[in-house]
């Protein structure tokens, strides 16, 4: 047979459409031409760049086609966002989403997504209202604050004050705080943006009250705090209390700010891990502006959350910046949800998930890690797994150090090499993501949800089968 013939027999783009197997409403006829298409230029290509000696080799129906098509559509028009399996033991995931949403808010979310809502309207005086209202009054109730002011996400918080108070003034900060996170993020660099002058004080191990009092100047608009929530400093340090560097913002008439970053609201030391400073802690020491996160520690979206003094957040939302950092409803309604569950403690640890993989004792971690080898050993696959002790880290640039007791499963095969196995999974229609450390591959239970377990054995079985 020869090339023309090969090409003759190739199928019409309509005659392709018709075929049953690649109907589907997800699918608009636009796209499907085009797939056909494309599918059809590459087998066209596949007999042209084909030697003579091979065309016998080629063979082409119609259902090879259509699974071409089928694979172009999936290829082109897939989400690029996809869900993960976290299998790495890295509780806010960074790369991975940071925290979970709580499945118990999805209804109260979904209603906000899916529908009108009172987002800027106030239904009691029937007129425009504010954003801003609906999270604060959660918020109030919960922390005992005057005020509070959500936006984007804590970096956007720390702009916003730095820009209010500080534009074209002076802002100290110890030299020890200034500190870089995730994305390239440096306090520096944000102060630059904001028009605020950095005034650095102290070393970087030491700084006491006197370094910010000597550098205080009529051009001193902020004193700042950045808590280093991504890294510590151990040995000979030094670093200044909330209470005393409150008594010196108000003895100069200047406002404080805290940077705390994670939004830690439990104290962490009942889930047996070092002390971490709390929302209610820095609101307690007096502090005027405190920014902290919604996505970290909290267990919420996406959101840079202030609260403080009713004189300050005031002023900031005159701000017109804040425009450009405005929340979305979706995010409010979920930052909202999320907050209520926090009047229950119990029902923050179990329904939270961040929370909830934080508090997981090691009699827990191991009566689940057992009940996924079972769903796996089941199976009777071809590969050798085993339960072991590791450890877990919190990540989110959260906590730097501090790791966890944990249970993983070890997996690994006489057919495919550590990283293969690594691939394999991470590219699976599951996109299970594991950790190799020592040339071994792990996955650890404590970021693994109990509805993955099945799907987890399913994928492996997919392989090994």
């Known amino acids: 047979m020869e090339k023309r013939d090969l090409l003759r027999n190739l199928p019409a783009v309509e005659e392709v459409l018709k075929q049953v197997n690649i109907k589907d409403d997800s699918y ?29 080799k080629i063979k082409i129906d119609n259902d090879e086609i259509t699974i071409k098509v089928r694979e172009i559509l999936e290829k082109k028009y897939s989400l690029s966002l996809e869900k993960v399996i976290n299998g790495t033991g890295t509780i806010l995931h960074t790369n991975l989403g940071r925290s979970l949403l709580s499945e118990s808010i999805k209804d109260e979310v979904w209603k906000i997504a ?4 009172n987002l800027e309207y106030d239904l009691e005086k029937g007129k425009r209202g504010s954003r801003y209202i609906h999270v604060t009054k959660m918020i109030k109730l919960l922390f005992n604050v005057e005020d509070v002011l959500v936006v984007n996400n804590n970096a956007a918080a720390v702009l916003l004050v730095l820009s209010t108070f500080a534009k074209n003034k002076e802002a100290i900060v110890s030299r020890g705080e200034l500190v870089e996170v995730g994305g390239a993020f440096r306090i520096p660099s944000v102060m630059s943006m904001s028009g605020a002058k950095l005034v650095e004080v102290g070393s970087t191990n030491k700084t006491r009250i006197e370094d910010y009092e000597e550098a205080i100047t009529e051009e001193t608009k902020l004193l700042m705090k950045v808590h280093t ?23 100069y008439n200047i406002p404080v700010v805290e940077d705390l970053g994670s939004g830690v609201y439990f104290d962490l030391e009942k889930f047996g891990l070092k002390h971490e400073p709390t929302i209610a802690e820095s609101i307690k020491s007096g502090i005027d502006i405190i920014t902290f996160s919604g996505d970290k520690l909290l267990g919420g979206p996406q959101a840079g959350i202030i609260v403080g003094k009713k004189e300050y957040i005031d002023e900031m ?19 909202e949800a999320t907050l209520k569950l926090y009047f229950d403690e119990e029902k923050a640890k179990d329904n939270i998930p961040t929370i909830r993989m934080l508090s997981y004792s090691i009699e827990e971690l191991e009566t689940r890690i057992k009940i996924l080898l079972n769903k796996i050993s089941n199976k009777n696959l071809d590969i050798e797994i085993s339960i072991e002790n590791e450890f877990s880290t919190i990540g989110g640039g959260s906590m730097p ?65």
């Open 401 to 465: 150090g501090e790791v966890i007791p944990s249970k993983v499963l070890v997996i690994s095969t006489n057919k495919l090499s550590v990283s293969k196995l690594e691939e394999k999974l991470r590219l699976s229609k599951s996109h299970i993501i594991g950790r190799i450390k020592e040339d071994r591959y792990m996955l650890d239970i404590r970021t693994i949800q109990d509805d993955e377990f099945d799907i987890i054995a399913n994928e492996l079985e997919s392989l090994f089968k």
């Open 28 to 56: 608009t006829k636009s796209m499907k031409t085009e797939a056909v298409r494309e599918s059809l230029d590459y087998f066209r290509n596949m007999i042209l760049d084909s030697s003579d000696g091979n065309l016998e």
């Open 229 to 251: 929530s991504n890294y510590k400093l151990i040995g000979f340090t030094e670093n200044v209390p909330n209470n005393e560097l409150n008594v010196l913002g108000k003895k």
């Open 317 to 335: 939302k005159k701000n017109q910046l804040l425009r450009a950092l405005r929340v979305d409803k979706i995010t409010l309604a979920a930052l």
């Open 114 to 117: 899916s529908g009108y809502s």
